[in-house]
């Protein structure tokens, strides 16, 4: 099973920024998508951000121009750029990974999951 771990939350201005870190425990390159979604108090959990093996990245609207989601396969993480942040980005931000290209189609449902790290963005 592989194993995620998020890191890299904390509290913020609006404004500011932050990195996001998600180390997994085995080949990033061998997994057909990652991403980085997110659930506030009183809310669904939302998809954030998608990055394929492929190489290709989609946005949530809400983020797009401001978070940047990439992979660095040489040490297994996936990270998640956030700059411009504002009061509604306040959540609790979850790794996923899916392992076929099949629950990698749609925007959520995924087979790997973190323990998520907190992000707060003050005003």
């Known amino acids: 099973q592989v194993q995620l771990v998020e890191s890299g939350g904390g509290s913020v201005q609006a404004g500011g920024s932050l990195r996001l870190s998600c180390a997994a425990s085995t080949y990033t390159y061998t997994l057909p998508c990652m991403d980085w979604f997110r659930e506030a108090p009183g809310k669904e959990r939302e998809g954030v951000a998608t990055?394929?093996?492929?190489?290709?990245?989609s946005y949530a609207d809400s983020v797009k121009g401001r978070f940047t989601i990439s992979i660095d396969n040489s040490k297994n993480t996936l990270y998640l750029h956030m700059n411009s942040l504002k009061p509604e980005d306040t959540a609790m931000y979850y790794c996923g990974a899916g392992r076929t290209f099949g629950v990698c189609r749609g925007p959520a449902g995924r087979d790997y999951w973190g323990q998520g790290t907190q992000v707060t963005v003050s005003s």
């Open positions: 990055i394929r093996s492929n190489g290709t990245t």
